[in-house]
């Protein structure tokens, strides 16, 4: 077959259960995901208020092994990795030569020589490609652990409740950005506490062949505390609200870490090179004499709904561009986040509007995030 012919989908292996729940299924970077199963609003409160379960075995795992493992990441990744304690995680990300943001990152120290990188799913072969080429030198391998992992996580204020029913695992002990192996359910898991929703929750990477048994008995284990099944859809709702940024809308290769308003990812200070390093000096030069566009929030005073590419505008002059944008379950208004001239973005600045089919809207400019859950 040639390559320009069009591919099936990859499948994950709770397909036949999403199917069975009635999900929607839409193509997502090459992945055949649930979109919602029902209502996207009711999934996204029972996220805030509950708990939802999502299957995010789409994301792209890459290990990391060997005596100089540490020194790759650290030479790869713009982030300090050597610096990581064991059974801790770090958000970081991997740039260009010329400083632009190719992914977002979670590395997982899971032992003294052996990482886990975690990328996106539009974005784990130009990752995997990255680190296998940067690897030549160390004595360290990459390995595309994609297959080896299916991932659920378990999102919202009742979510350690219901994992406590099913692991003696330390979860009391398990810090923000931590993972620690244990059982859940009779299965073995890698289990991290990170999320992308805004709310407290837990990760679970297992092998695929348990990846149902263990979806069924969180399932029956969060029953009666509300838990649903919960989709891309409510996903992206969730990390909008939180103020999180997704590749390909707020972070992109045509923006450095210092442009997405993220430069503190950028650690100078540990030793050696990296990729980027001097293209980044200079990106965090320009951004302190000139400073870039800002990274805002902005709430709709009427109904509309603002979209991607959309142009922020003020006086009659285009001063942004919408980077996500959807109604906010949460607020019950619709929002934004938009990369806007720093001379607009202080909150509360007047005048501002998003141009949406030639209608200039007015919106409130408001700092980020848009919700943050009470600790």
């Known amino acids: 077959m040639s390559s320009t012919e069009p591919t099936e989908p990859r499948r994950t292996a709770l397909d036949a259960l999403h199917r069975s729940l009635g999900a929607t299924m839409t193509d997502f970077a090459g992945w055949d995901m649930p979109l919602r199963y029902g209502s996207e609003r009711d999934e996204h409160l029972a996220v805030r208020t509950k708990a939802g379960l999502f299957d995010l075995s789409h994301m ?10 540490a020194q790759l990441l650290n030479f790869a990744l713009v982030g300090n990795i050597a ?10 990300m991997i740039c260009q030569a010329d400083g632009g943001i190719l992914d977002d990152l979670i590395v997982y120290r899971l032992a003294d020589t052996e990482y886990m990188v975690v990328a996106n799913a539009s974005n784990a072969q130009v990752v995997l490609d990255a680190l296998t080429e940067r690897a030549a030198g160390f004595d360290a391998e990459v390995r595309d652990d994609r297959d080896a992992y299916a991932l659920l996580a378990v999102q919202g204020p009742e979510s350690p409740g219901i994992l406590k029913s099913l692991t003696d695992a330390d979860l009391d002990g398990l810090k923000y950005y931590a993972g620690l192996p244990g059982t859940v359910a009779g299965v073995p898991a890698l289990i991290a506490r990170t999320g992308y929703t805004g709310e407290d929750g837990f990760e ?6 348990h990846a149902v048994e263990l979806w069924q008995a969180l399932t029956k284990a969060g029953e009666a ?37 993220l430069g503190r990812v950028v650690k100078f200070e540990k030793e050696g090179d990296f990729v980027g390093r001097e293209a980044l000096t200079e990106a965090a030069s320009r951004a302190e004499a000139n400073p870039p566009r800002v ?6 005073e009427g109904r509309r709904v603002p979209r991607a590419g959309y142009q922020v ?26 990369y806007v001239d720093a001379a607009h973005a202080a909150p509360g600045t007047e005048g501002v509007g998003v141009d949406i089919r030639g209608s200039h809207e007015p919106y409130d400019v408001v700092a980020l995030p848009f919700y943050k859950r009470q600790k």
Do not use: N, W
């Open 295 to 300: 990274l805002v929030g902005l709430i709709a």
């Open 60 to 69: 792209g795992e890459i290990t990391v092994t060997g005596p100089q493992a």
């Open 204 to 209: 679970l990477f297992v092998k695929p062949e």
């Open 313 to 338: 505008v003020a006086g009659g002059q285009v001063i942004g561009e919408v980077t996500s944008g959807a109604p906010s379950p949460t607020l019950g208004k619709p929002i934004a986040m938009a």
């Open 83 to 92: 610096s990581v304690g064991v059974g801790r995680a770090r958000y970081t």
């Open 225 to 261: 505390a509300g838990l649903v099944p919960c989709g891309l859809s409510c996903r992206d709702t969730l990390r909008l609200e939180a103020g999180m940024p997704l590749y390909g809308h707020e972070l992109t290769t045509a923006l450095t870490p210092f442009d997405a308003g």
